[in-house]
């Protein structure tokens, strides 16, 4: 069975960058055709889908996010990682990493228990 953990600080400063891993056990983030993705959920709103990164490494963004986001991955220890940098207050959420490909996010197979950021001063 795959599972994911998600793991990075709770609390990040206005301006800084957000940085949290994810690390995948029971499957390898190298399998053909499968994706790693990085989800949101800001108190009080729906989930928002902040990008990709597939199984050759190829990466996809949210458009709303792009210019700030960057996820990247280390195959030697199964993990991928999002970095969004600048950020505000209205960044945060629950983060949640999550297997699965297509704009359907509920149908993602896979998914970390989720993990609370709070951008504070």
């Known amino acids: 069975q795959v599972q994911l953990q998600e793991s990075g600080p709770g609390l990040v400063k206005p301006s800084q960058t957000l940085s949290l891993t994810c690390t995948v056990s029971?499957?390898?983030?190298?399998?053909?055709?499968?994706?790693w993705n990085w989800i949101r959920q800001p108190p009080g709103k729906g989930l928002e889908w902040m990008g990709t990164?597939?199984?050759?490494?190829?990466?996809y963004y949210s458009p709303s996010l792009k210019s700030r986001t960057s996820i990247s991955r280390d195959t030697s220890k199964n993990q991928f990682t999002l970095q969004l940098s600048s950020v505000t207050p209205e960044d945060t959420a629950v983060y949640y990493c999550?297997?699965?490909?297509?704009?359907?996010?509920?149908?993602?197979?896979?998914w970390g228990q989720g993990t609370q950021v709070t951008v504070s001063s």
């Open positions: 990164i597939g199984y050759s490494g190829n990466t």
């Open positions: 999550a297997r699965g490909a297509g704009v359907v996010i509920l149908r993602y197979d896979y």
């Open positions: 029971g499957g390898s983030i190298t399998t053909n055709s499968d994706h």
